[in-house]
Structure formats: structure tokens, C-alpha cells
């Protein structure tokens, strides 16, 4: 074999092993770019980046006849998974101070629209199921089975005003932005009663927003 072929034959066995090199570089480097973005995706929550979630708020309005007012928040947690617990996680804590109410106990539920166009509040339609849509049993708020609509019940005070506070494990606030809350007017008959608990009538509504945090800071 002459000098020149020599050459010829190093030449292209030195760029088929730069070819190899540059090609195992570029698996490594996709494999290390779909890791790297793969938690970038999911972060884990921290009390801090639970904290900092907005506050959603929900300006209770009455549907024709009644005289409903009031508001509910929806606001992040940070809290113990179970009383014997030492995990945190982060929840939704659901408040609501709600007059004129009929009593004693009225359904109290979240919606899949937040459309108010309808004066009887049926525009509202039936109780939220959950992000993906899929079917699901009605249930009590501590239920295994349950909607992430179903609050359970206000219950009317002494002073004529229903009060609520409950940390609720199933809801997150990404999921109710954008849909409504409606209060009944009977009480929430729990699993009993398919497909929405037999709470009768709607007495009022609201559509779930983000609430202004310099309000929020002064309430």
C-alpha cells in the first residue's frame, strides 16, 4: 500500500472515531437535558412555595328570590398529612362567612361553570367532578370516594350567619380557578343521595377568582 492511501485510510478511521465521540456526547447530553427538565416539570413543594400560591376568593351573589350573601376563600396550607403524622403537606384550607341563609344546614358545593347568566343559577352546572372529568361518586368532604366539589354542609348560627373552615386534602387551587361555588337550598344528604346529595334548589352563587392580595392583607 502506497503513502497515500496510507494517509487516506487514517484519515477516514480518525473522523469515523470523532463521529463516535461527537454522536456519544449528544446521547449524553439529551439524557442529561430530559432529567434536568423532567424536575424542572414537577417541583416538590416546600412550606414556602406553598405559602407564596395565590388566594382564591368567591364573592357570594343570591339567584332570584333569595337574599344570600357572603364570601368564601380558598387558600393554601401547609399542614400535617394525619394528626399522627410528622409529613407536611400542602392543602386548601376553604373558609366562608355566608348571611341570610334560611337555615338550619344548606348544601354548599363547587360547580363546574362559573357562569352566572341564570337568574335560578342552573347556568352553573352540575357538582366539579375533578380536572379530568371522569365519573365519581358524591360523598361528604371526608369521604375516601368523593367530588372535589363537595364541601358537605353550612350550618346556620344562633346570629343568622353560616361559618365554615375546613382543610380539605383533595382540592388544589390550580383546579377550582374559574368555576363556581352554589349553595342549596336544603342540606347535603351526603353518599345517600346520588348523584349530588338531594340539596334541592339554588339559593346562590359565586364564580372562583384570584383574590387581590392587598385586600386579602387588610380583611
Given amino acids: 500500500m502506497g503513502r497515500s492511501a496510507v494517509v487516506v485510510v487514517l484519515s477516514a478511521a480518525l473522523l469515523c472515531a470523532v463521529a463516535l465521540a461527537s454522536n456519544q456526547r449528544q446521547r449524553e447530553g439529551a439524557r442529561s437535558l430530559k432529567v434536568t427538565s423532567r ?21 357570594v351573589q343570591p339567584t332570584d328570590g333569595n337574599q344570600v350573601s357572603g364570601t368564601v376563600y380558598l387558600t393554601p ?18 373558609t366562608a362567612s355566608i348571611a341570610g341563609l334560611p337555615g ?24 366539579f367532578t375533578n380536572p379530568a372529568g371522569t365519573d365519581a361518586q358524591h360523598g361528604y368532604p371526608g369521604d375516601a370516594t368523593r367530588h372535589w366539589g363537595d364541601f ?45 346529595g338531594g340539596a334541592g334548589s339554588r339559593v346562590a352563587y359565586c364564580v372562583i377568582g384570584y383574590a387581590n392580595p392587598a385586600v386579602v392583607a387588610d380583611a
Avoid at 39 to 59: D, G, K, M, R
Avoid at 104 to 127: R, V
Fill in 104 to 127: 338550619p344546614k344548606h348544601g354548599f358545593h363547587a360547580h363546574t361553570y362559573g357562569d352566572l347568566s341564570s337568574a335560578d343559577g342552573k347556568s352553573t352546572g352540575g357538582h
Fill in 77 to 94: 396550607i401547609w399542614s400535617q398529612r394525619s394528626a399522627d403524622s410528622q409529613s407536611f403537606a400542602c392543602y386548601t384550607r376553604v
Fill in 152 to 196: 358537605g354542609n353550612l350550618h346556620v348560627g344562633a346570629d343568622g350567619i353560616a361559618e365554615y373552615d375546613r382543610i380539605d386534602d383533595v382540592i388544589r387551587l390550580g383546579g377550582m380557578v374559574g368555576r363556581s361555588i352554589t349553595i342549596h337550598a336544603e342540606d347535603d344528604k351526603g353518599v345517600e343521595e346520588q348523584p349530588s
Fill in 39 to 59: 424536575h424542572a416539570v414537577v417541583p416538590s413543594f416546600s412550606e414556602s412555595t406553598c405559602s407564596a400560591l395565590p388566594t382564591l376568593i368567591c364573592n
